[in-house]
């Protein structure tokens, strides 16, 4: 897991939860594995969770704009160095 050190929005809002001392001593252990704070560890992992649940969705709600952008992008052609890339033979299939 990479945690992503740089610039992030100013803390707006509060996210309490409660957890057994096992999960917490457990959270703390891993962040300081990674040598970040827990709540820095907790955030980007919990963030990186959320992507992966949304990007799993078949089922997408796009406003009219939203869904003229999206038809136009996949109705441009495909680049010569994207067709290259696509086509060419994986390193570990060699």
């Known amino acids: 897991m990479a945690i992503a050190l740089g610039r992030r929005e100013p803390a707006a809002a ?3 939860i409660r957890a057994s001392k096992a999960m917490k001593a457990l ?10 704070k827990r709540t820095e560890f907790m ?3 919990l963030s990186e969770r959320a992507h992966e649940v ?3 969705r078949t ?5 009219t704009k939203q869904l ?7 109705d ?8 290259r890339m696509l086509t060419k033979r994986a390193p570990w299939e060699a």
């Open 14 to 16: 509060t996210i309490n």
């Open 27 to 36: 959270i703390d252990q891993a962040a300081d594995a990674l040598g970040v």
């Open 43 to 45: 955030l980007q992992t």
């Open 54 to 56: 949304l990007a799993d």
């Open 59 to 63: 089922s997408f709600q796009l406003g």
């Open 68 to 74: 003229n952008d999206f038809n136009r992008l996949i």
């Open 76 to 83: 441009e052609p495909v680049s010569d160095a994207a067709l």
